[in-house]
């Protein structure tokens, strides 16, 4: 199979690392503007890891460890839409991501099998706006929820919870029955008995 490297598929990708001239009206720098984005995410992790900080995902994802193209975006919009590469396409290969936790890369690789690829590369689309900038920050928000998704334990259901379960499942279960008494009974009805 054919498996195009990474130095050749990422275009721009540097552009969106090294681009430091231009900060928007939302970004951490101008909300922020005593903080360190570096110190957030070590803040955050520890808070959220609890026993092994190492073990949980802090938030940050690396730019320059992404694979990141551009095509034309679909649907409405004029001439602009042929005009500019407006979607965005970003995946890496989980199995070489250093910077995912073991246990949340087997979990990916486990429980997001539509969004890997046979290579083993865990890919996003968005072209929700005609912006490529906003679109970037779209994928990198799906990647960050689909790694909170697959690291979710599941809610242990609650002794109301189980009784309101087993009283539907004891409904339904009349319900059945008794739809089948009234077909069975339609049967017997068109029976002609002949003497």
Same mark, same amino acid.
Request: glycine share 2%; with cysteine.
């Given at each position: 199979m054919?498996?195009?490297p990474l130095t050749c598929m990422c275009r721009n990708i540097r552009s969106y690392a090294q681009v430091r001239h231009f900060? @928007?009206?939302? @970004?951490?720098?101008?909300?922020y503007p005593n903080s360190n984005t570096d110190d957030?995410?070590?803040?955050y992790s520890a808070a959220e890891g609890g026993e092994n900080e190492?073990?949980?995902? @802090?938030?940050y994802i690396p730019?320059?460890?992404?694979?990141?193209k551009h095509s034309k975006s679909s649907g409405p919009g004029g001439q602009n839409v042929n005009k500019v590469n407006s979607k965005v396409e970003v995946r890496f290969n989980v199995a070489e991501s250093d910077w995912l936790p073991k246990h949340i890369q087997d *979990?990916?690789?486990? *429980?997001?099998?539509?969004k890997v690829t046979v290579a083993g590369d865990f890919y996003v689309t968005s072209d929700r706006t005609r912006s490529q900038m906003t679109n970037f920050a779209d994928c990198l928000q799906k990647i960050r929820d689909a790694i909170a998704e697959v690291t979710r334990e599941p809610k242990e259901p609650s002794d109301k919870d189980k009784a309101?379960?087993?009283?539907?499942?004891?409904?339904?279960?009349r319900e059945r029955l008794k739809a089948k008494k009234i077909h069975s009974s339609k049967k017997?009805?068109? *029976?002609i008995y002949v003497d």
């Open positions: 054919l498996r195009y900060k @928007s009206a939302y @970004s951490l720098e101008k909300l957030i995410a070590v803040r190492q073990e949980q995902f @802090s938030g730019v320059d460890k992404l694979c990141v *979990k990916l690789l486990e *429980k997001k099998k539509t309101v379960l087993r009283m539907r499942v004891e409904r339904n279960h017997i009805d068109r *029976k």
